[in-house]
């Protein structure tokens, strides 16, 4: 049974104007970096409201919900604190979109930020203006910039579904045009193993639609030695060989060609 989102009694919220972007926080296991991330977001320079929403997915360290509590209570305004069972990341990515989406019609994107991972604060700005600048993008994502362990990689150009179907180069902290979710476009909580941000996408552009990736997004991805991409890296060829049976149009020959026209 999904619970209710937290609203302190003790507290008489000022109402703030729409919000146009909400900001999905899953939350498991990352107590100790999760401040940081909560930080981040309330740092922003965007110019428009932001609703952050915290989802408490069911995590045992009691830590997350104190700190959850502590946010939520200190910006009531700002931020949502939403607590549910565990069932994995994509059900808790799930869980905090449709609610954004219930609450604020207002809301024009979806961003994901994961519990370790930080923003620059003019990242919503940015990426917030790149969407609106281009109407035909279903989502706006960023090259990496990672911190933590050393990494080199560059996911920057034009979007290609080609390049797509063979590298996951669509970071799940992208900003998501509502559009995509109303089009049916979720995540699928069958991917327990990681991955399911490619998949998120590749559904997206199954469905039509395509990305657009800026320089200057403003994200930062923490890289470390244990994590949920640590994991998938290992067991990268049972998940592609997941992917190709899921998206066979995508990864057929012909599928191939009609897309890269």
Same mark, same amino acid.
């Given at each position: 049974?999904?619970? &209710?989102?937290?609203?302190?009694?003790?507290?008489?919220?000022? =109402?703030?104007?729409?919000?146009?972007?909400?900001?999905?926080?899953?939350?498991?296991?990352?107590?100790?970096?999760?401040?940081?991330?909560?930080?981040?977001?309330?740092?922003?320079?965007?110019?428009?409201?932001?609703?952050?929403?915290?989802?408490?997915?069911?995590?045992? %360290?009691?830590?997350?919900?104190?700190?959850?509590?502590?946010?939520?209570?200190? !910006? =009531?305004?700002?931020?949502? #604190?939403?607590?549910?069972?565990? *069932?994995?990341?994509?059900?808790?990515?799930? %869980?905090?979109?449709?609610?954004?989406?219930?609450?604020? =019609?207002?809301?024009?994107?979806?961003?994901?930020?994961?519990?370790?991972?930080?923003?620059?604060?003019?990242?919503?700005?940015?990426?917030?203006?790149?969407?609106?600048? %281009?109407?035909?993008?279903?989502?706006? !994502?960023?090259?990496?910039?990672?911190?933590?362990?050393?990494?080199?990689?560059?996911?920057?150009?034009? !979007?290609?579904?080609?390049?797509?179907?063979?590298?996951?180069?669509?970071?799940?902290?992208?900003?998501?045009?509502?559009?995509?979710?109303?089009?049916?476009?979720?995540?699928?909580?069958?991917?327990?193993?990681?991955?399911?941000?490619? @998949?998120?996408?590749?559904?997206?552009?199954?469905? *039509?639609?395509?990305?657009?990736?800026?320089?200057?997004?403003?994200?930062? #991805?923490?890289?470390?030695?244990? &994590?949920?991409?640590?994991? &998938?890296?290992?067991?990268? @060829?049972?998940?592609?060989?997941?992917?190709?049976?899921?998206?066979?149009?995508?990864?057929?020959?012909?599928?191939?060609? &009609?897309?890269?026209?």
């Amino acid at each position: 049974m999904q619970q &209710s989102p937290l609203r302190p009694r003790d507290l008489n919220p000022t =109402p703030v104007s729409a919000p146009r972007i909400a900001v999905v926080v899953p939350i498991f296991r990352h107590s100790v970096l999760l401040a940081e991330a909560i930080e981040s977001v309330l740092a922003q320079r965007a110019g428009f409201p932001i609703q952050l929403i915290l989802v408490n997915d069911g995590c045992p %360290h009691q830590e997350t919900d104190l700190v959850c509590r502590e946010y939520a209570l200190s !910006y =009531p305004e700002r931020i949502t #604190y939403l607590r549910k069972p565990n *069932g994995g990341l994509s059900d808790a990515r799930n %869980h905090g979109i449709r609610h954004a989406l219930a609450a604020w =019609p207002s809301v024009d994107a979806i961003y994901m930020l994961d519990a370790d991972n930080r923003l620059r604060p003019d990242a919503m700005a940015n990426a917030m203006a790149a969407l609106d600048a %281009h109407p035909d993008a279903g989502w706006i !994502y960023p090259n990496i910039d990672m911190f933590g362990l050393t990494w080199a990689g560059d996911y920057g150009g034009d !979007y290609s579904l080609l390049i797509h179907t063979v590298m996951n180069i669509c970071e799940a902290g992208s900003l998501i045009r509502r559009q995509v979710f109303d089009a049916g476009v979720w995540f699928d909580t069958s991917f327990k193993s990681g991955f399911e941000d490619w @998949d998120f996408f590749l559904t997206a552009a199954e469905a *039509g639609f395509r990305g657009r990736n800026i320089d200057n997004f403003g994200f930062l #991805y923490r890289k470390r030695a244990e &994590s949920m991409l640590a994991d &998938s890296e290992r067991d990268a @060829d049972g998940i592609r060989s997941e992917m190709r049976k899921k998206h066979k149009r995508l990864f057929s020959p012909r599928g191939c060609w &009609s897309w890269s026209r």
